[in-house]
Nanobody, 116 residues
Framework: QVQLVESGGGLVQPGGSLTLSCVAS????????MRWVRQAPGKELEWVSL????????YYAPFAKGRFTISRDDAKNTLYLRMNSLRSEDTGVYYC?????????RGQGTQVTVAS
């Protein structure tokens, strides 16, 4: 069965950085498009970044472009999200998902809190 385990969140000051990880199992990770989504308190789930199979095929939401970098290590079945220049509005729970979106359960997510 599909399993996604996110980690790497935490409390960071504005302007700081974090790297999130998502370890995948139960499916052909190397053949799967993956994405990060997040949910801020009291808000809808929103898409953050997407990576297809092939490292150059990456896409970002406008708020993430230039600050976040998505990557994958297919040998380790792991998806990453490097987040720089963090802002208070980046606070939320971050989840990874596999394509097709919504067809598989999400992991537990990892909490990111940006506060001074």
């Amino acid at each position: 069965q599909v399993q996604l385990v996110e980690s790497g969140g935490g409390l960071v000051q504005p302007g700081g950085s974090l790297t999130l990880s998502c370890v995948a199992s139960g499916f052909a990770f190397a053949s799967s498009a993956m994405r990060w989504v997040r949910q801020a308190p009291g808000k809808e789930l929103e898409w953050v970044s997407l990576i297809y199979t092939g490292r150059d095929s990456t896409y970002y939401a406008p708020f993430a472009k230039g600050r976040f970098t998505i990557s994958r290590d297919d040998a380790k079945n792991t998806l990453y999200l490097r987040m720089n220049s963090l802002r208070s509005e980046d606070t939320g729970v971050y989840y990874c998902e596999k394509a097709p979106w919504g067809a598989s359960p999400r992991g537990q997510g990892t909490q990111v809190t940006v506060a001074s």
